[in-house]
């Protein structure tokens, strides 16, 4: 089935695509949401909200995604396992499409352990490529999981993530290979900081010939401080930060580690851009939205394309 989404029609001329992300206010304040996603305008092709991340309660995803629509602009609906059953997961599904909101990011979410409520039951009624199939099959087969039909069924185009650079590497590729199989379309990587490693990975993808069959856009966060980049790379499981990168954060003065960190992003998107196979980058700037623009801008990545 044919989608209309606006990521789907970028990737499918060829171009990079790119994409960032907002992190929706602890509390009723749209106003939030509409200040982040002003700042993105006319320097991505779509906006992904993310899900009560690191397991913390939030704004949902659905409802900021509303919002952004509202706005004019493209919002990727992100939709953790952790927390709802494949009843309540389709019923949202349905409420976005329903608001415009044509592009999802399947995820299985942190544990509850690593938020603010340890107390909370997992739900993980499936997971992440359970959810690919699931929101699939409402697409191309118009039928619930329960067998029932969908009056005007959701045409999502499919995202999920992937992390080149969790342990055992050589699993990374496989796990890959079987979200594919179950019929994503995009996919959005772990922070990319190790290039060479990246670089290993995406070899393999081609080697499989995955590339084809699924658009890859590489992670890409920039560091605002040394105290960060080691705190990623000592702390945040999944995470890879090479020790000299470590280091060229710390060897310049605290007041332009910022502006370094910026850099550094901006140079790795230019050397990424020549990995074949790869479609585009989302960036993720967590809490510093407002770089996006400069980051785009300095990368070349503009004008973004009319669709």
Not at 1 to 22: F, I, N, P, Q
Not at 40 to 52: E, P, Q, R, S
Not at 190 to 215: S, T
Request: hydrophobic share 40%; net charge neutral; aromatic share 6%.
């Amino acid at each position: 089935m044919k989608t209309d989404s606006r990521l789907e029609k970028v990737l499918k001329t060829g171009g990079l695509a790119v994409t960032s992300e907002c992190g929706p206010p602890r509390g009723a304040v749209p106003e939030k949401i509409r200040e982040k996603a002003a700042m993105l305008k006319g320097y991505v092709d779509a906006i992904n909200v993310t899900d009560n991340q690191t397991a913390v309660v939030r704004m949902s995803s659905l409802a900021a995604c509303i919002f952004i629509r509202q706005m004019g602009l493209s919002a990727i609906l992100q939709m953790v396992a952790r927390d709802r059953n494949r009843i309540a997961m389709q019923s949202d599904i349905l409420g976005a499409y329903s608001h415009g909101v044509d592009t999802m990011l399947c995820l299985s979410g942190d544990h509850p352990k690593f938020g603010d409520h340890p107390m909370a039951a997992n739900v993980y009624d499936i997971d992440s490529v359970q959810m690919v199939q699931m929101v699939k099959q409402m697409r191309d087969e118009g039928t619930f999981q329960g067998g029932g039909d969908i009056e005007n069924p959701p045409k999502m185009y499919i995202g999920a993530a992937a992390n080149p650079f969790a342990d055992p590497f050589e699993l990374r590729v496989p796990r890959l290979a079987k979200k594919v199989t179950a019929g994503v379309d995009f996919i959005q990587t772990q922070c990319v900081y190790n290039l060479d490693k990246f670089e290993r990975w995406m070899a393999q993808i081609r080697e499989r010939g995955l590339h084809e069959k699924v658009h890859i856009l590489a992670g890409i966060t920039p560091m605002k401080s040394a105290g960060m980049a080691r705190y990623m790379k000592n702390r945040v499981p999944g995470m890879d930060v090479p020790d000299e990168l470590v280091n060229r954060m710390a060897g310049v003065p605290k007041e332009k580690q910022g502006a370094e960190g910026l850099t550094i992003a901006v140079e790795s998107i230019e050397r990424l851009k020549e990995v074949k196979g790869l479609s585009g980058f989302h960036i993720m700037a967590i809490e510093w939205e407002e770089k996006v623009p400069e980051i785009v801008e300095r990368a070349g990545l503009l004008p973004r394309p009319e669709v």
